[in-house]
């Protein structure tokens, strides 16, 4: 199985066993061993309070001590809608790059296949590259 496609199956299934038929988001990211780490956004009264998706797993991969490889976070508003793919928001784009300007990540989904672009494709003119 390739590996976009593995990580949206374990995305839609975790998705679907957190939150029911309701509204959610949830992250898949695959580190450098082969292996899965997934999270939950969080959600909060207060806006300054939520955190994305992949922030969890983001913090996980630090504490284990392993590299990101690939990152895919879907979101839906409800049991009837499909998934929508986000791509990383530009707080969790600077969190991806500390391992590493080639992470993939999924921007969307094309015919059933998920697109990847580096964090380079993303941002061309990191800020960091300046210095």
Not at 27 to 55: H, K, M, P, Q
Not at 62 to 72: A, F, S
Not at 94 to 120: M, P, Q, S
């Amino acid at each position: 199985m390739n590996i976009g496609k593995e990580m949206l199956e374990i995305a839609v299934n975790f998705l679907n066993e957190r939150y029911g038929s309701s509204e959610g988001g949830v992250a898949v990211l695959r580190i450098d061993s082969g292996e899965y780490l997934t999270s939950v956004w969080t959600d909060s009264e207060n806006d300054s309070a939520f955190l994305c998706a992949e922030t969890g797993a983001i913090c996980e991969a630090h504490k284990i001590n392993k590299k990101v490889t690939h990152t895919l976070c879907i979101v839906r508003e409800n049991e009837d809608e499909n998934y929508k793919v986000l791509p990383p928001c530009g707080i969790c784009q600077e969190r991806l790059f500390y391992f590493g300007h080639d992470v993939k990540c999924a921007v969307n989904i094309d015919n059933g296949k998920l697109i990847f672009k580096t964090l380079d494709e993303l941002q061309p003119y990191y800020w960091l590259n300046n210095i």
